[in-house]
């Protein structure tokens, strides 16, 4: 049963923690994407990785790190240096490579993450 | 301005309606559109996908892309309740493997 998976489906954490959000995927997809969803916002784009040991920032990576040291997962790290790290974070996975402009893009069920 | 620019208003119609969604873009290198939907608390799921200008249509839903004037819509016939969710456009092209994504519009069809 192919598919992505997120966990957890919720999580808390405390000010001034790091905390680690996991994406795994068998869909023997190349390219991975964390997105940060906010009410009204829609999806913004984290960090992306087109291929396995490389990654690029997305258009709001401050305060979030990520690794790639496998095909199938890509953990995203929440550092304390996010300021404001209650949201939706959204994994996601394609076939697309390097010079493929085509990109369907594959949902995990996502985790909601809140700050207390 | 924002690559993609989609009015994220709630829209609520009666059970049989028609919806008609909308989204307009900046970037003439977009060459690849799609239409996702998000039911509340999960991940978004494509619904459409457009390769350049024209229609295309799957059951009650009709996708178009207008690319000279930078328009893409979503159409759906015979609206149901389970249609209830939120639709994101999203697009692609020029080169990158990045996608654009608009703000989402939710919509809730009343039985």
């Known amino acids: 049963d192919g598919g992505i998976t997120q966990s957890p489906k919720y999580l808390f954490r405390k000010e001034g923690q790091n905390v680690t959000l996991s994406c795994e995927q068998n869909l023997n997809h190349d390219a991975m994407y964390w997105y940060r969803q906010d009410p009204g916002q829609g999806l913004r784009l984290i960090y992306y990785?087109?291929?396995?040991?490389?990654?690029q920032k997305g258009d709001i990576a401050e305060g979030y790190s990520v690794s790639r040291e496998k095909k199938e997962s890509f953990p995203l790290t929440v550092t304390s240096a996010q300021k404001n790290p209650t949201a939706f974070y959204l994994c996601?996975?394609?076939?697309?490579?390097?010079?493929?402009?085509?990109?369907?893009?594959?949902f995990g069920p996502g985790t909601r993450l809140t700050v207390l | 301005q924002k690559e993609v620019e989609q009015d994220p208003g709630p829209l609520s119609v009666p059970e049989g309606a028609i919806v008609s969604l909308n989204c307009t873009y900046s970037?003439?290198?977009?060459?690849?559109f799609m239409w996702y939907r998000q039911y509340s608390r999960k991940g978004p799921e494509l619904l459409m996908y457009t390769y350049s200008s024209g229609n295309k249509e799957d059951g009650r839903f009709t996708a178009q892309v207008d690319k000279s004037s930078k328009y893409i819509s979503l159409f759906i016939r015979d609206s149901q309740p389970s249609d209830s969710a939120t639709y994101l456009c999203?697009?692609?092209?020029?080169?990158?493997?990045?996608?654009?994504f608009g703000k989402g519009n939710q919509v809730v069809v009343i039985p």
């Open positions: 970037n003439s290198a977009f060459q690849y």
């Open positions: 999203a697009m692609s092209g020029g080169g990158n493997n990045r996608l654009a």
């Open positions: 996601a996975s394609s076939t697309a490579g390097r010079r493929s402009s085509y990109n369907e893009q594959f």
């Open positions: 990785s087109q291929i396995v040991n490389d990654f």
